[in-house]
């Protein structure tokens, strides 16, 4: 769950051009929380507060073109949605694979 949630995390900042920090070991990400807590007035950090290292996914950020084959009414209604939002075709499909939640599987044995 961690994975995902910092996957997704990456790829909205890569989707709104912020930048993506390198990776960080552990001394050096509780420096940064540290400095970011005390940034904030909070003081010194909590007893027990502890990090949790999450391998980050690779990103590759590069464009790449794809043909997809529709029936041509699926593509007009793609058309007419996106520019209802003022948006390009390729910018509405991203957004929408974006919200699409996969349901989990669920073992009925």
């Given amino acids: 769950m961690a994975i995902d949630a910092l996957a997704g995390h990456l790829e909205a900042l890569a989707d709104d051009g912020?930048?993506?920090?390198?990776?960080s070991g552990r001394d050096a990400a509780w420096e940064v929380l540290q400095a970011n807590y005390a940034d904030m007035d909070l003081g010194p950090l909590p007893e027990g507060t502890f990090l949790q290292l999450v391998?980050?996914?690779?990103?590759?950020?590069k464009n790449e073109q794809k043909a997809?084959?529709?029936?041509?009414?699926?593509?007009?209604?793609?058309d007419r949605k996106a520019e209802a939002l003022d948006m390009n075709r390729s910018a509405f499909l991203m957004l929408a694979a974006r919200a699409y939640e996969v349901?989990?599987?669920?073992?009925h044995q």
Avoid: F
């Avoid at 912020?18 to 990776?23: G, K, W």
């Avoid at 391998?55 to 950020?61: K, N």
């Fill in 103 to 107: 349901p989990k599987q669920h073992d």
């Fill in 18 to 23: 912020d930048p993506i920090a390198q990776p």
């Fill in 55 to 61: 391998p980050a996914p690779g990103l590759d950020t």
């Fill in 68 to 78: 997809i084959s529709a029936r041509r009414y699926k593509w007009q209604m793609v």
